[in-house]
């Protein structure tokens, strides 16, 4: 399906927003999005950016501009002490009534792009152990699920434990 991939902009966070939300009504966590678009706004288009997001759409028809953003994935980099630079995929989404058409692995392509021109080694996600889906799709481009063949877990601090543990 023809769309187009292109770097997301400050103008685009209310966009992104409501697709973040879409994504978390799909994962049922719709009560856990504690941002908004102003957060999104600081957050990935101020001085120090925290991630970065690209934006799949439908190509402008008849001079009209694009609609609204069909697909999207926000990334951000970090760094493994065993391989070096490496592409964290916070989220990758495509909206439901475009499914299977080739928008997803569009994105991914571009991800990976992005990843190799920026020096990364690899691209690090996670996904829900219910979503079949998913891990077909990833597994059709070669991933490899590390929680099975190194039995790695998902940790995190929360709020309120780190607040706890720097004493505040
Ligand atoms: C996973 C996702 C991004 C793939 O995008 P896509 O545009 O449908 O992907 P493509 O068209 O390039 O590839 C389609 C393949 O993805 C897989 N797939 C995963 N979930 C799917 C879904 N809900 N509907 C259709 N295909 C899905 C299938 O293997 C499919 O192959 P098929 O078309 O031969 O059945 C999209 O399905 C999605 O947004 N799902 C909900 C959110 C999600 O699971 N995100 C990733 C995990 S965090």
Redesign the pocket.
Known sequence: MGCVIREATVEDCEQIMSLIQE?AA?HHLEHDVTINSEVLKADGFGANSFFKCLLAEQPAENGNKPGRPI?YALYYFGYSVNHGRMLYLE????VPE????????KLMKKVAEVALAAGCKEIKFV?VEW?Q??K??YD?MGAHDTTESMQWHCMELGWDSLQRLAGN
């Open positions: 994504i799909y697909g989220n990758l989404y495509v475009l499914r299977s058409k080739g928008i997803g692995m996904t979503n889906g998913a077909d799709f059709r």
